[in-house]
């Protein structure tokens, strides 16, 4: 069965720090990968997308990168605010039309 | 309007109701999909419509009832639903294209229903 999981479930950190999301996912025939945004009760905001033969991409302060023979992505956050406070959801494209969510990483970035 | 839109943004029903969920796009995609999104549960795919064709159901109770009477709009009925049903329900669209032996088919979101059954 295809999964997508994420690690951690919640993190918690002051302002200013970098930090970095993961998830792994257990089929490495993927199609391309995507990190999206969830603010509480709204819906997702599709942030980067990395398609099967890149290595990583770059949206101001955001990084992803993608490892297919590992199984896995990292999501970088430089100068965490506030404002990044949300939940932040991986998707995997196994197929066509056959996109895979993980579970998601809840981030509270505190003042 | 851009985007994607869902009416309504909440709804309570009882076990007994019949309702329906609204979802419509202005981005002049060919597919549309349904996901539930239950507490401390990855999104799940419903169904997905190309071109106003239903060509995934992917094991949905007939109590959920989809339809798509054009590439704009997409319909979930909903009629005597369990308390277990009660999640957010996700509408997203997308371009699908073909070309060079692959795809595209980027889905782009709408804010949701947030559906509670009493």
């Known amino acids: 069965k295809q999964e997508v999981t994420q690690i951690p479930a919640a993190l918690s950190v002051p302002e200013g720090e970098n930090l970095v999301l993961n998830c792994s996912f257990t089929?490495?025939?993927?199609?391309?990968l995507q990190w999206f945004r969830q603010d509480p009760g709204k819906g997702l905001t599709s942030l980067l997308l990395i398609q099967s033969s890149q290595r990583e991409q770059t949206s101001g302060r955001l990084n992803a990168s993608l490892d297919k023979s590992s199984g896995r992505s990292t999501l970088y956050i430089a100068a965490s605010q506030p404002g990044d406070s949300a939940t932040y959801l991986c998707?995997?494209?196994?197929?066509?039309?056959?996109?895979?969510f993980g579970t998601g990483t809840r981030l509270l970035v505190s003042p | 309007e851009t985007g994607v839109t869902q009416t309504p943004r909440h709804l309570v029903m009882g076990m007994t109701n019949k309702k329906s969920l609204k979802c419509e796009q202005h981005?002049?995609?060919?597919?549309m999909y349904w996901y539930k999104q239950s507490a401390k549960k990855p999104l799940e795919l419903m169904f997905v419509y190309n071109f106003k064709e239903q060509t995934e159901n992917n094991s949905v109770p007939s109590r959920f009832s989809p339809e798509c009477p054009n590439s704009s709009h997409l319909f979930l009925h909903l009629h005597t639903l369990q308390p277990e049903d009660s999640a957010l329900y996700l509408c997203?669209?997308?371009?699908?294209?073909?070309?060079?032996?692959?795809?595209?088919?980027?889905?782009?979101f709408g804010p949701g229903t947030r559906l509670t059954v009493l």
């Open positions: 998707a995997v494209s196994f197929g066509f039309q056959k996109l895979v």
């Open positions: 089929d490495s025939a993927i199609y391309n």
């Open positions: 981005l002049g995609h060919n597919a």
């Open positions: 997203a669209s997308s371009q699908v294209e073909w070309a060079g032996g692959t795809f595209t088919d980027t889905q782009y």
